[in-house]
Nanobody
Framework: QVQLVESGGGLVQPGGPLRLSCTASGFTFSRYWMYWVRQAPGKGLEWVSTIDPAGRTTDYANSVKGRFAISRDNAKSTLYLQINSLKSEDTAVYYC?????????????????RGQGTQVTVSS
């Protein structure tokens, strides 16, 4: 059974850092492109970041480029998102998502299987 479990969210002051984690199980994590997507209050799902199976290729939405860093530990089947310089507009539920099959990079990650999400709230 495929499972993605996000953690690390919380209430953070503007400008602060946060590190999100996503623990995967039920599939061979090291063979999958992985993604972070988010959903702000009252808005649709938004792609945030992408990482290849080996962790060598990454990509970011323009809105987070330079502030977010995606990484992975294949030995621990865990995906990470380091968030720095948080802004109020980063307030959202953050989800990790997986590609539908091995070594396949999806065009639209927001349609991929994702976990239950972790809430990030940026407020002073």
């Amino acid at each position: 059974q495929v499972q993605l479990v996000e953690s690390g969210g919380g209430l953070v002051q503007p400008g602060g850092p946060l590190r999100l984690s996503c623990t995967a199980s039920g599939f061979t994590f090291s063979r999958y492109w992985m993604y972070w997507v988010r959903q702000a209050p009252g808005k649709g799902l938004e792609w945030v970041s992408t990482i290849d199976p080996a962790g060598r290729t990454t990509d970011y939405a323009n809105s987070v480029k330079g502030r977010f860093a995606i990484s992975r530990d294949n030995a621990k089947s865990t995906l990470y998102l380091q968030i720095n310089s948080l802004k109020s507009e980063d307030t959202a539920v953050y989800y990790c998502a997986k590609a539908p099959r091995e070594y396949y990079r999806v065009v639209d990650p927001v349609k991929s299987m994702r976990g239950q999400g972790t809430q990030v709230t940026v407020s002073s």
